[in-house]
């Protein structure tokens, strides 16, 4: 059964900081690209960023280039998303997504609340 765990979300200040983990269990985790997410309030749930398997290739959008880093520790089985400069726009909650290189499968974390906010 795969699992997908996310944590590390939070209330934090507009300029702050904020690390997001997924953890992920019942999959081999570099045979999948891993991304991240989000959903705000009245929004469309949209990509902020992605890694490959084996965290070549990364890609954001443009909203978060600059202030977002995504990366991933496949012995941790464990993609990460270190989220620097934050602004009340990011407000939302975040999910993290797996999908399969081999059968395009794939699979969602139930997501962890991110609000900024002086």
């Known amino acids: 059964q795969v699992q997908l765990v996310e944590s590390g979300g939070g209330l934090v200040q507009p300029g702050g900081s904020l690390r997001l983990s997924c953890a992920a269990s019942g999959l081999t985790f570099s045979r999948h690209s891993m991304s991240w997410h989000r959903q705000g309030p009245g929004k469309e749930r949209e990509l902020v960023a992605s890694i490959s398997g084996r965290g070549s290739a990364t890609n954001y959008v443009d909203s978060v280039k600059g202030r977002f880093t995504i990366s991933r520790d496949n012995a941790k089985n464990t993609v990460y998303l270190q989220m620097n400069s934050l602004k009340p726009e990011d407000t939302a909650m975040y999910y993290c997504?797996?999908?399969?290189?081999?059968?395009?499968?794939?699979?969602w974390g139930q997501g962890t609340q991110v609000t900024v906010s002086s």
């Open positions: 997504k797996a999908v399969s290189s081999n059968y395009g499968l794939t699979y």
